[in-house]
């Protein structure tokens, strides 16, 4: 070992070198510097493919830019004429180009900041398209090849996830296969290769070749099938983490056992295995930028990473690895702006690394999976409780509580009362009278609860509101977000999106602070003055 007395200086120096690093995050201004000169080059080009047109739309979208920037219709129009079957640019693997396929549903998610499902009727026929060119194997390839092709299915698993996150309907069937096929084409040595060698069972064998942007494209793909599947979940936020201690969970519940997830057929324990293998061997190439396919593999690295992040409940902000590659892009950049590689054209490299610099899919995760509860299939939610789930034609249902709705509204007054967890854990199994003269009396009640139940009660009652778009349950909505318990403060939040038709929300994030729940709630109650300039807020 070195002495320490001898490199004091070089080890301080280092110290400090590494703490800037760290301090590197898509909203310090160095960072933002470089990725706004790269989003400026990237506003005066276009491109041939629908996704290269998506890709530099969502460049500028997720850089806070404007919906109606040309370069934003530009790809709206590319993608409506591609789910008419209008499309006549150029693209690899036509018809159709899988690549542009899974960018497109990606942006369509995303091209309207305030309502992720304005384009739905365009995104399920694009998905139809998509999924019509799945291989039975479960991987998506060029036409007529018989192999699947590890680098275009990634991008399917994107657009299936974003669907699915947003509550278009996604086959559970498709993600299995998919899902199956990443496992059965895993390299030995955890990483994937090009044309999958399917081997017809999880017995691994060699794959070829082994390239970084491979491995962080199969990982992360496998992520996001255990994502959807319901395999992976985050852990409950622990006391002493991020969520302020006035706004943790009033009542702690136990810990929550490892899901198996929704499938019968894909076996949770393979995935795990899998993904640890993977992470391993994405682990052992990080530092550099590779040389072959350096911006994809970022856009891949980054991609993969967030959706680890999902899967462990880390909000590391931000990794060594974003801090690393910031360095490396930071140097690489031209003077005009762009990134130069031997693969892509610059406009595409350009792409890559400003989504990369952006979190792009972290943005994207934690702007849609807090809309939803649970797993997301479908756009319904699993229940954390699941002693009275069913199947009903390949699909896990909730058997619903028996009851008038007066007897289900006396379960959520009666804070005793046992099935009143079981209605706090699976949400939506209540819905009020259609009789206009009892539903006004079940709401007056659940106003009430708001502000005297118990935490389930309230919790219930909240979302009850939430679900009717009534402008006069703004107020105890508003109300709401005052709660002590931030799974309420976030059925508030979610609720005041649907009664405003502002899908996309006021910014409130996943963990908030008590800064973010008080700048959530006044942004709301400004929206709420702005349409009702003489309302009465509680107190």
Not at 74 to 82: F, R, S, W
Not at 236 to 250: I, M, Q, T
Request: one cysteine or more; glycine letters at 10%.
């Amino acid at each position: 070992m070195m002495r320490v007395a001898a490199y004091s200086g070089a080890i301080l120096l280092l110290l400090g070198w590494a703490a800037d690093a760290q301090a590197a995050h898509p909203k310090s201004p160095e960072v933002k510097e470089v990725i706004d000169r790269g989003v400026a080059f990237l506003e005066k080009m276009t491109d041939q493919r629908i996704g290269g047109r998506c890709l530099i739309a969502l460049c500028i979208l997720k850089n806070g830019g404007d919906p109606q920037h040309a370069r934003v219709q530009e790809a709206l129009k590319a993608c409506e004429q591609l789910a008419n079957g209008e499309f006549s640019g150029g693209g690899v693997g036509l018809p159709p180009d899988n690549y542009s396929v899974g960018i497109a549903v990606m942006f369509l998610c995303e091209a309207d900041p305030a309502d992720p499902l304005r384009y739905r009727d365009l995104v399920e026929k694009i998905l139809e398209k998509m999924l019509k060119v799945q291989q039975a194997g479960g991987a998506w390839s060029y036409a007529g090849m018989q192999t699947g092709d590890t680098s275009q299915t990634q991008y399917a698993a994107l657009g299936l996830w974003t669907a699915n996150a947003v509550g278009i309907k996604v086959p559970q069937d498709r993600v299995e296969r998919l899902c199956g096929w990443l496992l059965r084409t895993q390299d030995v040595g955890g990483s994937w290769g090009y044309q999958g060698v399917d081997p017809g069972n999880y017995n691994r064998v060699a794959q070829t070749p082994l390239r970084p942007s491979l491995g962080v494209a199969g990982l992360g793909s496998l992520y996001i099938c255990a994502d959807i599947l319901g395999i992976t979940n985050p852990p409950e936020a622990k006391p002493g983490g991020a969520v302020p201690a006035a706004l943790r969970s009033v009542e702690e519940k136990p810990a929550k056992k490892k899901s198996d997830g929704v499938s019968r057929v894909i076996d949770a324990g393979v995935v795990r295995r899998a993904m640890a293998d993977g992470d391993r061997a994405v682990e052992a190439k990080l530092g550099k930028l590779p040389d072959e396919w350096g911006y994809y593999y970022l856009y891949g690295l980054e991609r993969c990473m967030s959706f680890r992040e999902l899967a462990e409940g880390n909000s590391e902000l931000e990794p060594k690895w974003y801090n690393d590659a910031f360095e490396i892009l930071r140097a690489k950049q031209q003077p005009n702006g762009s990134w130069r590689g031997t693969e892509e054209s610059d406009i595409i490299n350009s792409c890559f690394a400003v989504l990369f610099l952006l979190r792009s899919s972290k943005k994207l995760i934690e702007k849609i999976k807090p809309l939803g509860e649970g797993i997301l299939l479908g756009g319904m939610g699993l229940p954390t409780d699941t002693a009275d789930l069913r199947e009903k034609d390949g699909k896990i249902i909730e058997s619903p509580l028996a009851g008038s709705v007066d007897e289900l509204l006396a379960i959520i007054e009666d804070p005793e009362n046992a099935d009143l967890q079981r209605l706090a854990s699976t949400g939506g199994a209540l819905a009020l009278d259609s009789d206009v003269t009892k539903r006004a009396g079940q709401i007056t009640k659940l106003r009430a609860i708001v502000s005297a139940g118990s935490y389930e009660s309230r919790l219930v009652a909240v979302r009850l509101l939430g679900k009717v778009r009534d402008f006069d349950n703004v107020p105890v909505l508003l109300y709401a977000l005052t709660d002590p318990d931030v799974r309420i403060v976030q059925a508030a939040d979610k609720g005041l999106r649907f009664v405003s038709r502002k899908f996309g929300g006021v910014g409130l994030p996943a963990e908030p602070s008590a800064t973010d729940v008080k700048a959530a709630r006044d942004a709301w109650k400004a929206w709420y003055l702005s349409v009702r300039p003489d309302a009465e807020l509680l107190d």
